[in-house]
């Protein structure tokens, strides 16, 4: 039974990854869409991710450019809110949504919100185990095949790469709640701070939903990946029961 479970979850890597692809390019496309819808406050996104941080009190944050497309994102190693080429000077109710995501972050971690503060104690952790996995696979792969030394010791860098994805895992969970809730609070900054109008906070909700669905992805590939190495550790015993 167990391995019939695993052997689901394992396989679901493949429509996972598809769906992983058609979502990265529905949120390029929302963006691009909405893109264009120049917001009536006609504040830029700069401008906007400003408002919102004077009016929390969080005058130390500051606002930098960054390079590429959706590339925006918050560092509280130096309390930066980084705003990409594509969103920092656009006057588009999409990129004022983007920027306000990201001040989400910052008020976050002003606020000292739990799930953000486990998830940056998680990112050196999982630094580390990303680097490692390939190594754990590939010589799990090797040892497994060198008959002189048998396939138990192939098991313990299987071991080591499930405990490395099991990380991760945990790493996409508690990144779920940290990015829902500040596409929660942006949408309600923006009211508040009169920034969008309901309608318009309609349209970039829009725009959030579609960028959220990615990290859900991301949490469901990274449990397929654990299930995918359960399975190579469960065929690995029901191997070595046989011998």
Known sequence: MLETIVLIFAYASIPLFLWMI???ISVRTTFTKYNGTSASCGMTAE???RRILDINGLFDVNIGK??????DHYDPRNNTVYLSASTYSSTSV???AVAAHEVGHAIQHAEGYAPIKLRG???PIVNVVSRLISPFLILGIIFEFIAITG???SVYFYFGALICYALYALFTFVTLPCEYNASSRAKKQLV???ILTQEEVSTAS???SSAAKTYLISFFMSLAQVARILLILLSARNRGNRD
Do not use: T, W
């Open 22 to 24: 058609i979502a990265s």
């Open 192 to 194: 508040e701070c009169e």
């Open 94 to 96: 999409a990129a004022i």
């Open 206 to 208: 829009k725009v959030l």
């Open 121 to 123: 104690a998680l990112v």
């Open 66 to 71: 960054c390079q590429g497309m959706l590339s």
């Open 151 to 153: 396939l138990s010791i």
């Open 47 to 49: 401008q906007a991710a």
